[in-house]
T-cell receptor
């Protein structure tokens, strides 16, 4: 199992450019998430998905779009990048623990994005 | 959006010392999680707590779920250099699509 993988690992964009970050998981997890991490702020949820074909907004969704066309993939898109979107982006997936109903999240290694 | 308050923000300790950090919230959570993040990596789950008052250990790590369900603490005993990293608490309420609310992190540095 590769777990949760993210591509690319690093990217530099100019203001106004667009890009898509790819997250893939091979654990057959139903739930997937995109977070951003900024210095001193912990992780903040951008969008999430509770299953193939479904997406929902998180805490900081503005400027981002997502798609979950296949269960194993969750794409994060930036249509017109802004310097405020400079951050480290983490994808996560989760499953339900039998007997508790609680879901634990497993994280990818991150994508470091710089917007100039 | 809400974030959990963690303290201390950072700490320098000597190898072999015990470490204690805590996390507080203005809201109730019915699950608390503790993650560790190494430089350049994603967070890795250390301990999960499911019941108020629960005390759980994982090797040298011990975590407790506060009785009010608004706080949690993490202890690391006999610290070693590989304990260096950022420790995050996270609160979770089931039935909310497992959306985590993260703390601001405690940066731990261990000196020899």
């Amino acid at each position: 199992n590769a777990g949760v993988t993210q591509t690319p690992k690093f990217r530099v964009l100019k203001t106004g450019q667009s890009m898509t970050l790819l997250c893939a998981q091979d654990m057959n997890h139903e739930y997937m998430y995109w977070y951003r991490q900024d210095p001193g702020m912990g992780l903040r949820l951008i969008h999430y998905s509770v299953g193939e074909g479904t997406t929902a907004k998180g805490e900081v969704p503005d400027g981002y779009n997502v798609s979950r066309l296949k269960k194993q993939n969750f794409l994060l898109g930036l249509e017109s990048a802004a310097p405020s979107q400079t951050s480290v982006y983490f994808c996560a997936s989760s499953y339900s623990i039998s007997g508790t109903g609680v879901l634990e999240q497993y994280f990818g290694p991150g994508t470091r994005l710089t917007v100039t | 959006g809400q974030q959990l308050n963690q303290s201390p923000q950072s700490m320098f300790i000597q190898e072999g010392e015990d470490v204690s950090m805590n996390c507080t919230s203005s809201s109730i959570f019915n699950t608390w999680l503790w993650y560790k993040q190494d430089p350049g990596e994603g967070p890795v789950l250390l301990i999960a707590l499911y019941k108020a008052g629960e005390l759980t250990s994982n090797g040298r790590l011990t975590a407790q779920f506060g009785i009010t369900r608004k706080d949690s603490f993490l202890n690391i005993s006999a610290s070693i250099p590989s304990d260096v990293g950022i420790y995050f608490c996270a609160g979770l309420n089931t039935g909310t699509a497992s959306k985590l609310t993260f703390g601001t992190g405690t940066r731990l540095q261990v000196t020899l």
